[in-house]
């Protein structure tokens, strides 16, 4: 089609009104005039002649002479239209398309074939054999200017192959993708809307359709992180769990400094150290405790400020939804983004739906409660977390951020079970420890809250650190660390690890030899399995 692949290098320079040269596309072929039920004349002796150039030129075998009588054609046709009152002839511009059709030209054919099909209609099945021979070297030829880089050559081809295949829904498809990848997510949007009309429910086109939606919804996402809210967001964040922290910290020092000391005779000098001890966490408290409202706050405001960068994102991942309902990692991807956007109602209706939904991972639902207590969602957090621990109650990860999350919500019994259930999966880390005490503290139990403070500090004379669990190949291996905290050497310790798989069974165990330590010593820990499928651990000491 060597006429409209010439156009496509015209359009690298915009010059669309230029006058195409004539390129035959045809051979020596049959003459074949208006077929019913169209039933167009020539009406006028010079459409008339027009229409005898065109025969011999469909009819001839020798190039010059197609060549020359299409021009010819041509010539009579528009002195026709223009100069002899043939404007308002169907039969002129029927032959009119039939010409631009044999030299290749697309948009003179959708123009004059338009013409003919305002006031005949009836030749729609007619007109739509010629289109058909141009409609694929336009789509093609469009394709092939963007993959070239010519983005406005392509923009206007594929307009024209639309014009010529109005119900092809890949052509706006690929619009939307080249669209997409000019960072013109608006007009993306805009053709993947229309390719959703036409493609319906078309599996053929689904792998079109699923590209074309997620390249914008991911192109807004990515406009949105670069928006100083979404930066502003992870400082006001970073102050809120930095005050929080400090809250948990020192209520539960401060109490156990209390309850140590509370009703004991003691020295001045102790006496006087004890007080000077106990302003100074009672004043950092205090003042951690005022700072924290305003750092709420502050989030809050910067979320709404995060909202209107990150808007056309979520609209663009609820209509890929629309589409794709089953799709489980763009929901769990839309959830998180509505946590740090700070939209709740729709927030909990997805953590409603994900919380049953058996065909989720647990590591990907673990991450996503993770993030919705980050982002300071701590109830949202729970209920996503709580289906994971119900399908799996050996996930430290979720079990350690339900801690936190009851801790903020202020409620000690969830928080001393949740507690309870971790220490069953890690029971010798003094973070978990922690927790517990912490518990205790929100009931105002010195001697608990003192207890389980004492057995995080040196209680439990270990302090057993994993830093990750790692398949390799067919191997799965848990790291960490064992550190001596009793304050004294520490004779050798056992310590037997359970690889666990999705459905909470064990499938493996192995055994961690750690050798006598001296007084804060440390030693690393390794501990792997030849099998396979295993997503969490737990531990406990054999001697």
Request: hydrophobic share 45%.
């Amino acid at each position: 089609m060597r006429a409209l692949r010439q156009f496509v290098l015209a359009l690298a320079s915009l010059t669309i009104a230029a006058v195409i040269g004539p390129g035959p596309l045809l051979g020596q072929e049959e003459w074949r005039g208006p077929q019913d039920p169209c039933k167009v004349k020539a009406g006028h002796f010079l459409v008339t002649g027009a229409t005898n150039h065109l025969r011999i030129a469909v009819q001839s075998d020798d190039p010059g002479r197609r060549e020359s009588r299409l021009r010819e054609a041509h010539r009579v046709l528009m002195d026709a239209i223009e100069n002899r009152g043939q404007d308002d002839n169907p039969g002129a511009w029927y032959f009119l398309g039939r010409y631009y059709v044999y030299v290749g030209d697309g948009w003179g054919a959708d123009s004059a074939f338009s013409k003919v099909l305002e006031t005949n209609p009836e030749c729609a099945a007619d007109i739509a054999v010629y289109v058909d021979e141009l409609a694929p070297f336009a789509r093609a030829d469009a394709i092939e200017a963007w993959q070239s880089g010519h983005i406005d050559s392509a923009a206007v081809l594929f307009q024209l192959a639309r014009a010529l295949m109005p119900q092809d829904a890949e052509i706006p498809y690929f619009m939307s993708m080249m669209y997409s990848n000019g960072g013109q997510f608006d007009s993306a949007f805009k053709y993947v809307q229309i390719g959703n009309e036409l493609a319906g429910d078309d599996p053929d086109l689904t792998r079109r359709k699923r590209q074309a939606m997620l390249d914008i919804a991911r192109g807004y996402e990515a406009i949105a992180f670069e928006d100083p809210a979404a930066m502003q967001i992870i400082e006001s964040r970073t102050q809120r769990d930095t005050l929080m922290r400090a809250v948990t910290r020192d209520s539960v020092l401060l109490a156990n400094l209390i309850a140590q000391w509370a009703g004991k005779p003691l020295r001045p000098d102790v006496q006087q150290a004890v007080a000077r001890d106990s302003a100074r966490l009672a004043e950092r408290l205090a003042a951690a405790m005022a700072a924290l409202p305003a750092a709420v706050e502050a989030m809050q405001r910067d979320s709404t400020a995060v909202d209107g960068a990150i808007g056309p994102a979520l609209e663009a991942y609820e209509a890929f939804l629309v589409e794709f309902p089953d799709d489980t990692e763009t929901k769990l991807r839309l959830l998180r983004r509505y946590s740090m956007a700070g939209r709740a109602g729709q927030m909990e209706v997805l953590v409603t739906e994900l919380s049953t939904d058996q065909s989720i991972e647990l590591i990907d639902l673990s991450q996503a409660g993770v993030s919705l207590f980050n982002d300071g969602h701590p109830a949202a957090a729970v209920r996503l977390l709580s289906a994971v621990t119900e399908r799996n109650p050996y996930l430290r990860t979720a079990l350690y951020t339900m801690c936190r999350a009851y801790y903020a919500m202020q409620d000690p019994e969830s928080l001393k079970s949740t507690a309870a259930a971790l220490l069953e999966v890690d029971p010798m880390s003094p973070q978990n420890l922690r927790m517990m005490a912490a518990a205790y503290d929100l009931v105002r139990n010195a001697d608990s809250t003192r207890y389980w403070v004492a057995q995080a500090d040196t209680g439990v004379g270990w302090s057993v650190r994993i830093t990750q669990m790692v398949t390799m190949g067919p191997r799965t291996v848990i790291n960490g660390t064992v550190s001596n905290i009793s304050g004294h050497p520490a004779e050798p310790l056992t310590l037997e690890f359970s690889f666990i798989d999705e459905s909470a069974a064990v499938i493996a165990t192995a055994t961690a030899e750690i050798p006598a330590l001296a007084r804060g010593g440390r030693e690393a820990l390794a501990v792997e399995t030849d099998q396979t499928g295993a997503v969490t651990w737990r531990y406990r000491r054999v001697q």
